[in-house]
């Protein structure tokens, strides 16, 4: 069964995109079929994965706006293992004009649906905002992995989310769940990092992933060398906290 998974959260810089590459290579390294929609006109999850989104010219933006074919626009070698449904800033235009269009919250959900079940793991990295592309890529998860940066206002901008998260699955996406929160650039000797985690399990309990992912120099590294942290050092803390994560999707799925 085809798992797809939108990787949201409205705070910016919280780990998202980080979240969305390491994990899907870790699965694809699993020996999952994994395919990343990047859904963010900052076009990150593209360059981390080594495809450079200043020479692209079909992404996401064609297949929402004028309907291409997503086989067209799949890009089956990255340096994550898995594939990749790229985005540049085109997107920002295509947000708006997106606007225009009848049933708009469901053009990613009926663009992927000839081709999900061919994957395990679908994962959508989605802006910090919750704008319509946010939405699309709620309307076509089954559910929603939330990184969280265990800072002070964290856990207010959370509450907003897991609104929107069951407004929508009221409105449009029945199906739609929470799929965990992560604790992401955990710092363990940060008094305020584990008050909020504590704060967190309280509230969310089984909610939370048991793997935290560490503050690591190393994952912010690796996409500057457009690779997912284990294939830039597979023996970090935080290649090894993601590959740990993966196995928990695995088994909880
Ligand atoms: P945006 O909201 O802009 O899309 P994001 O939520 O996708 O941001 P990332 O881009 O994944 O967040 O991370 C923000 C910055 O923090 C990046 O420079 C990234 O390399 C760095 N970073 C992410 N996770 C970690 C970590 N665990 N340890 C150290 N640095 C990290
Ligand atoms: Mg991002």
Aim: net charge neutral.
């Amino acid at each position: 069964m085809t798992k797809i998974i939108a990787i949201a959260n409205q705070k910016g810089g919280v780990g998202k995109t980080t979240t969305c590459v390491n994990i899907a290579a870790s699965l694809a390294a699993m020996k999952k079929k994994v395919l990343v929609v990047d859904s963010d006109p900052q076009g990150n999850a593209t360059m981390a994965s080594g495809i450079n989104k200043f020479e692209l010219r079909k992404t996401i933006c064609q297949i929402l706006i004028d309907g291409l074919d997503v086989r067209d626009t799949i890009i089956e070698k990255t340096n994550g293992a898995f594939h990749l449904i790229p985005a540049n800033e085109d997107l920002t235009a295509a947000e708006v004009k997106l606007l225009e269009y009848f049933s708009r919250e469901f053009r990613l959900k009926e663009a992927l649906s000839p081709i999900a079940s061919f994957y395990d793991f679908v994962f959508i990295d989605c802006p910090p905002s919750l704008n319509l592309l946010t939405v699309n890529a709620m309307c076509a998860a089954d559910s929603v992995l939330v990184p969280l940066q265990c800072e002070y206002f964290a856990l207010e901008g959370l509450t907003l989310l897991l609104d929107t998260v069951s407004q929508l699955a009221e409105a449009v996406n029945p199906k739609l769940k929470i799929e965990g929160i992560l604790r992401t650039m955990y710092d363990s000797r940060n008094r305020l990092s584990s008050d909020v985690s504590d704060e967190l399990q309280k509230n969310f309990g089984d909610l939370v992933y048991k793997t935290i992912i560490p503050r690591n120099v190393r994952l912010a590294e690796a996409p500057s060398f457009g690779k997912p942290a284990m294939y830039y050092d597979k023996s970090s803390v935080g290649s090894k906290a993601y590959l740990a994560l993966a196995g928990e999707i695995i088994s909880g799925s």
